[in-house]
């Protein structure tokens, strides 16, 4: 006799909330005052994955909420200006959303430089906003390592699209 | 006709409008918070509640999750000195040889200087008091340089304490909740710490920029740094006190002063708060404002040389016809004295100091200092017997030359 198949509903927690939590907790972990072999660990930010990603899998009200609280999260967790982060990726999320025709369907590396030219955006506009807050330039070196360090987390934001990308029919 | 069956039957609301929406909503939450942030102002309002509470909430995780990253690093700790243990023990013969020389030095100077105290009665500073703190979490990017401690005001730690480790100046701390505190490093962007150059007694501003090495600005003198000074804090301001190691001055790779920490040479895990209260935590603030005139009321009476001036001088200062000579003899003395008196002056007008706005008085009068109504008052245009006064020469009412 033949089983019959359970289907399973592909929710919001799937691809907003775990992922979401999961970005936090890296977060709270690379935060940690270690260093290994004389090194301290590398600061990325790891919500920029998801502000790339979500709308690249569907639009979504909530993924924007989700969104602003990471980052209020990332702001407090680092002592930084409070909204920084949030109002950053929400750029982000608004400039992919805009030009989520273009990017959908293209080959991995069409993706991977959207999602360095996102980085990067994002990064510039942190810097004004900080120079803008504090009335100081914040070193470019130290700017220019930590896009690096965003920018080697795309395999997560592909492995994410490629995973929920197709996950609902309906959003095709 | 039912609702389903009219014009409306298909009209959805497309998910990327509703979705720019709530960007554009939450993106005004965001732009509003960052507006009324006020972090960079470094006192207690910038530590607002919710940091403060979030703080406390994160410093256990942070423990906890700290712990097994802490041992991962103590493992590869403990293989790099095994590997390289032979170096290692050859740096130390060679720090040892150059310390055992500047200990015999040392032993002398502070014989030397326990003398010069003694016999100069100097009011040496009192020893500060400290805590002992663990780094729990940290930011290190180029915006944000902080980080979070576990000891509070329950150890008595304070906004604006500064903090060091074994090797030097970390940075000063700007919150504290009851068991946990926000360190800003002194290599954040907003962290801005008075120094001196050890070698020349300059003073200058390390300023953070989110790079490990702090520039050096406002470097006071020609030729006041050069590579390899040491750099302390100048305890210029009072946040510091003066003479905290920070670190060595270097030239960055853009030309600019830099300073190569001391407190880089280890991990900041375990730290020291210095409970050091500033001139502004121990003095009341209201006497600080305080408008400086109260104190004229308890001014020492004036000499009799200065008596007898003042009486020279009053009758002349009365006469109606004083003006005319007065604006002639203005352009000999270049115009440095304001010949209006201080009563006519404007209320919100600062008035002016003698070394910055009035030439140097002469050798004769510089014995008596003036008071201020008489410093501030035009010289007579007539002698007593009616004659009037020929202007004074520049180069008398300043001899050094000075503009």
Known sequence: ????????????????????????????????????????????????????????????VLAPITLFLCGLFLDLQWHGPMGLWSLVMLGVYGVVLSVRSLILGQQTFVLFAWY??????????????????????????????????????????????????DGDVRFR | MAFRDGPFENLKVPLVWTAAVAVVVAAVAAGFLLLTDNREDLTASGYSGARGTFDQAAA?????????????????????????????????????????????????????????????????????????????????????NARLIDAGTKAGVRVGNPV?????????VVGATTGVSRVLLVTDV??????????????????????????????????????????????DGGVFPRGLPVGVAAKGIDGTWRVRLFSDRGAIDFVRILLFQDFSQLVNPQALNAPPLAALDAAPPPSPELTQRIQEVAPANRQPSAPAPVQAARPAVAAPTTAQPAAQR????????????????????????????????????????????????????????AP
């Open chain 2, 346 to 401: 404007p209320a919100a007008q600062t008035p002016p100091r003698p070394a910055t706005t009035s030439p140097t008085p002469a050798p004769a009068a510089r014995k008596a200092a003036p008071p201020p109504a008489t410093r501030k008052a035009s010289p007579p245009a007539r002698r007593p017997d009616g004659t009037p006064r020929r202007p004074v020469p520049y180069e008398r009412l300043n001899p050094g030359g």
């Open chain 2, 164 to 172: 060091v480790n074994e090797h030097g100046l970390v940075g000063r």
């Open chain 2, 60 to 144: 256990p995780v942070g423990k906890v999750l700290s712990a097994p990253v802490r041992w991962t690093g103590q493992g590869s700790d403990f293989i790099g000195q095994y590997f390289f243990a032979v170096r290692e023990n050859r740096k130390l013969r060679e720090q040892v040889a150059e310390l055992e020389s500047l200990r015999d030095a040392n032993i002398a100077l502070r014989n030397v200087n326990a003398r010069y105290e003694a016999l100069l009665k100097i009011r040496t500073e009192p020893a500060v008091p400290m805590a002992t703190a663990r780094a729990v979490s940290e930011s290190r990017g180029p915006f944000v």
């Open chain 1, 1 to 60: 006799m033949r089983r019959g198949f359970q289907v399973r509903v592909v929710g919001p927690q799937d691809w907003i909330l775990y992922p979401a939590l999961l970005s936090l907790a890296a977060a709270l972990v690379f935060s940690t005052p270690v260093r290994l072999f004389g090194l301290p660990l590398p600061e990325p930010i790891f919500p920029m994955v998801l502000a790339f990603a979500w709308p690249l899998i569907r639009p979504a």
């Open chain 2, 190 to 235: 907003a962290s801005r710490t008075p120094v001196l150059i050890d070698r020349t007694d300059a003073r200058a501003i390390m300023v953070g920029d989110g790079g490990g090495n702090p520039k050096i600005e406002f470097v006071r003198g020609h030729g006041a740094i050069k590579e390899g000074d040491r750099i302390l804090t100048s305890g």
């Open chain 1, 116 to 165: 360095v030219g996102a980085v990067i955006l994002a990064y510039a506009a942190a810097w004004l906003f900080v120079t803008m807050d504090v009335g100081a330039a914040p070193s470019l070196i130290g700017s220019a390592l930590q896009v690096l360090a965003t920018i080697a987390l795309f395999p997560f934001a592909n492995w994410l699209i490629e995973r929920f990308d």
